[in-house]
Nanobody, 124 residues
């Protein structure tokens, strides 16, 4: 089992920044990929960013490229999502997730373990 706890959400104005954190515990060595996903009301959950824990390879959704940065600190078993130049359309609940095997990085169904989510609200 892998437990994930997100933090860092909140409310900001458009153009602002937030940094989300995801602390992993349990069988953390089994993580192959870590990802950030988001779900807005009435919409499907979508992949935002992912990182392969062993190599550091990152993938981003087109909608956040150049604005969001995913990173990891393996000494703390923590993954971060730095979000800059936030837009109202970034408003959603953001989830951290862990995948164990070889996957399509931004595919939500590929991830096994999920955090509880943290709300991000961007006002215009």
């Amino acid at each position: 089992q892998v437990q994930l706890v997100e933090s860092g959400g909140g409310s900001v104005q458009a153009g602002g920044s937030l940094r989300l954190s995801c602390a992993a515990s349990g069988y953390t060595y089994r993580r192959n990929y870590m990802g950030w996903f988001r779900q807005a009301p009435g919409k499907e959950r979508e992949g935002v960013a992912s990182i392969k824990t062993s190599s550091g390879r990152v993938d981003y959704a087109d909608s956040v490229k150049g604005r969001f940065t995913i990173s990891q600190d393996n000494t703390k078993n923590t993954v971060y999502l730095q979000m800059n130049s936030l837009k109202p359309e970034d408003t959603a609940v953001y989830y951290c997730a862990a995948a164990l095997g070889v996957i399509i990085p931004l595919q939500p169904s590929a991830y096994t373990y999920w955090g509880q989510g943290t709300q991000v609200t961007v006002s215009s």
